[in-house]
């Protein structure tokens, strides 16, 4: 596609249930990353996807969170058990390959409420 | 640990007035560092993309330099317009993979 698309782009959810967010990267890039943010604050790293491999998942806050990569295209990060401290921004990124080179696109993100 | 400073946090300036907005990081050893844009409640617009080797990076109205030695880098935007209010968030590269960012600078552009 154009550009990083994510949906949905906004999510309400109660306390406790599981929520999936997908990111669609710009095609034929090979890198994939998922960042947080929260109300007025900076940009937290949680994972990082090189194909369908994810090298780096050290952001990652708990084991309530996980990811997956299928066809060296689309992204689903999933959160399981949600928690009010869960609701941010979720951004997706990708750029051509892991080099050093590029930059990333972002996708307009995806807005998470915890209630 | 790589720590991305912008300063200011907030501006504010009337119409026609050039900005400066200055990010400044620890670490020295980066491979790029990219100037991006954020409207409220939404994601992140690339602006400028500056490799280590480059000294700046210009797009219409706007410019980004680079100091890598000294670890700064500063964003001008010329003849200020209300349609560039929006957070200004610089990210440098030090990794082969992850960007570390600034928390931002909030520019208001007064008609």
């Known amino acids: 596609g154009a550009g990083v698309s994510q949906s949905p782009s906004n999510k309400v959810t109660e306390k406790g249930k599981d929520v999936e967010l997908r990111c669609d990267p710009i095609?034929?890039?090979?890198?994939l990353y998922w960042y947080r943010q929260r109300l007025g604050q900076g940009l937290e790293f949680l994972i990082y996807f090189q194909g369908n491999s994810a090298p780096d998942k050290s952001g990652l806050p708990s084991d309530r969170f996980s990811a997956e990569r299928t066809g060296e295209s689309v992204s689903t990060l999933t959160i399981q058990r949600t928690q009010q401290e869960d609701s941010a921004v979720y951004l997706c990124?990708?750029?051509?390959?892991?080099?050093?080179?590029?930059?990333?696109?972002f996708g307009s993100g995806t807005r998470l409420t915890v209630v | 640990k790589q720590e991305v400073t912008q300063i200011p946090a907030a501006l504010s300036v009337p119409e026609g007035e050039n900005l400066v907005l200055n990010c400044s990081f620890t670490?020295?050893?980066?491979?790029?560092l990219q100037w991006f844009r954020q409207d409220p409640g939404k994601g992140l617009t690339s602006l400028l993309l500056i490799q280590s080797s480059q000294r700046e990076q210009t797009s219409g109205r706007l410019n980004a330099s680079l100091d890598k030695s000294s670890g700064r880098s500063t964003l001008y935007i010329a003849a200020s317009q209300p349609g560039d209010s929006a957070t200004y968030l610089c990210a440098v590269r030090d990794d082969d993979y992850k960007l570390s960012f600034g928390a931002g600078t909030t520019v208001t552009v007064r008609a």
């Open positions: 670490d020295s050893a980066i491979y790029n």
């Open positions: 990124a990708s750029s051509l390959t892991g080099g050093v080179d590029y930059g990333y696109t």
């Open positions: 095609s034929g890039h090979t890198a």
